[in-house]
C-alpha cells in the first residue's frame, strides 16, 4: 500500500507539471498560428524560423520529464539546417497539440481526485456539526447519516480513481517519448553519417601512420643498411692492399648494422608493442608506467584478454596520455584504472596536475578520440581549472 501511494504522489506530481507545460504548450502553439498568420502579408516568413526553435524549449522540458520518469534518455532528433525542414518539427507540433489538449485536463485529475477524497471524508464524518448539513463535491447535501454513507461510496470513487493516476502519468510519458525521439531513418541516417566520420578518420590516421613508418623505414633503417652495404663493398676492396683500413670499416659497418636493427625495432614497436604479446595489456601499461617520470599507479579490475587490435589501441592511448601529462601537465602522480565487462575496456587515466587540457589545443586528445571512434568507442574528459584531469576512454571489444 505504501508503494501505491508513492506511485500515485509521483504520478501526481509528474501530472501536475505536465498542466504547466501544457500551458507553455498553448501559447506556443498560439504563437505559431499568429505568425502563419502574418505570413501572407510577408512579416511572419522572417519569423517563421525562430518561433519553430522558440516552441523547442517546451517541448524539450517534456522530453527531459519523460526521460526520467521512464528512466530512459530519450535523445533529441533535430539536425542541422532549416527547422522548416527538419522531420523532428512535425512530431513537434504533434506532441504540442496533443499535450495541450489533454495535459491540463490530466493536472486538474491529479490535484481534483485528491482532493475530493478529502472532502468527502470530511464532510462524511463533520456534517453533524453543521446546522443544515454539508453540500458534498457532487451537489449531493449531507444531513443524515444515509447521505454520509452514500457520500463515503463516492469518495471510495474517487480513491480508486486516484490509484489509476500511474497509468495515466505513464500514458503521457510514453506518448512524450514515441513522439519527441528521433525517427528511425533520422537515427540510421545519424548512424550512417558517425560511422562514415569515424571511418574516415580511421583511414585518414591509417594512412599518417603508414606514411610516418615508411619515412622511419626510409630515412632511418634504409639510410644505415645503405651505409652497411657500402662500407662492406670498400672494405673488401681494401681488404688485400690495407687491412687495418678494411677491418675499421668492418667494425664501422657492424656499428651502423646494430644503430638499424635498433631503429627497425622501435618502428616495429611503434607498429604492435612486443609488450602487448609478451606481458599483456596489464603488464604492458605497468611497463609504460614505469618508464614515465611521473609516477603511476595502475590498476586492473579485470584482466581478461581482448583482441589484439583493441589492446593495441589501449596501449597507444595510454602511452599518449602519459606523454600529454608528462609534457603539459605538471602533476606528481598519475592513476590508471583498466576495467569493464569482456566486451568493452575502460580506461580511466587521472592526474593531479594543473588541469584545463583543451581537446583543440593540439595536445595529442583529438589523436586518442580518432583511435577511439576507429573501434566505435567514446572519449570523455574532464578537466577543469587546477585539475585534476580525467580521460576516460571505452573501446568496444566486439568491432
Not at 321 to 347: C, F, M, Y
Request: charged residues 20%; contains cysteine.
Amino acid at each position: 500500500m505504501t508503494t501505491r501511494l508513492r506511485e500515485c504522489w509521483s504520478a501526481a506530481r509528474y501530472l501536475v507539471v505536465g498542466a504547466g507545460t501544457s500551458l507553455l504548450s498553448i501559447f506556443a502553439l498560439v504563437g505559431l498560428l499568429a505568425v502563419l498568420l502574418l505570413c501572407p502579408f510577408g512579416v511572419g516568413i522572417p519569423s517563421l524560423a525562430p518561433a519553430i526553435r522558440l516552441s523547442r524549449w517546451p517541448v524539450g522540458v517534456d522530453r527531459r520529464r519523460a526521460a526520467r520518469a521512464l528512466g530512459e534518455p530519450i535523445p533529441e532528433p533535430y539536425r542541422d539546417g532549416s527547422p522548416l525542414k527538419d522531420p523532428a518539427t512535425r512530431r513537434d507540433l504533434a506532441w504540442l497539440a496533443i499535450h495541450a489538449a489533454t495535459g491540463v485536463f490530466l493536472g486538474s485529475l491529479a490535484i481534483g481526485l485528491p482532493l475530493g477524497v478529502v472532502q468527502q471524508l470530511v464532510t462524511a464524518f463533520v456534517w453533524p456539526a453543521v446546522p443544515g448539513g454539508i453540500e458534498g463535491s457532487v451537489g449531493l447535501v449531507v444531513n443524515s447519516w444515509p447521505r454520509a454513507g452514500l457520500t463515503l461510496l463516492v469518495g471510495a470513487a474517487f480513491g480508486a480513481a486516484t490509484l489509476l493516476l500511474p497509468r495515466l502519468a505513464r500514458w503521457q510519458a510514453r506518448t512524450a517519448r514515441s513522439l519527441l525521439t528521433p525517427g528511425p531513418g533520422v537515427v540510421l541516417a545519424d548512424r550512417v553519417a558517425e560511422l562514415t566520420a569515424t571511418r574516415a578518420a580511421a583511414l585518414e590516421a591509417h594512412g599518417a601512420e603508414l606514411r610516418r613508418i615508411e619515412r622511419d623505414l626510409h630515412d632511418g633503417t634504409q639510410a644505415r643498411i645503405a651505409a652497411v652495404v657500402l662500407q662492406l663493398g670498400v672494405a673488401g676492396q681494401l681488404y688485400d692492399r690495407d687491412p687495418a683500413t678494411a677491418r675499421e670499416l668492418l667494425v664501422k659497418a657492424q656499428d651502423t648494422a646494430t644503430d638499424a636493427l635498433a631503429e627497425l625495432r622501435t618502428v616495429v614497436r611503434s607498429i604492435h608493442p612486443p609488450l602487448l604479446s609478451e606481458r599483456g595489456l596489464a603488464g604492458a601499461v605497468r611497463a609504460l608506467g614505469e618508464r614515465s617520470p611521473v609516477p603511476v599507479a595502475v590498476t586492473v579490475s579485470d584482466d581478461t584478454g581482448r583482441p589484439a587490435a583493441v589492446e593495441a589501441a589501449a596501449y597507444f592511448v595510454v602511452a599518449e596520455a602519459l606523454a600529454n601529462v608528462t609534457k603539459h601537465a605538471d602533476a606528481s602522480q598519475v592513476d590508471i584504472e583498466l576495467s569493464g565487462p569482456p566486451g568493452l575496456l575502460r580506461l580511466e587515466i587521472r592526474d593531479d596536475g594543473r588541469g584545463g587540457a583543451d581537446e583543440s589545443a593540439g595536445s595529442g586528445l583529438a589523436g586518442i578520440r580518432r583511435r577511439a571512434e576507429a573501434f566505435d568507442g567514446t572519449l570523455r574528459l574532464t578537466s577543469p581549472p587546477g585539475g585534476p584531469t580525467v580521460l576516460r576512454v571505452e573501446l568496444p571489444c566486439g568491432s
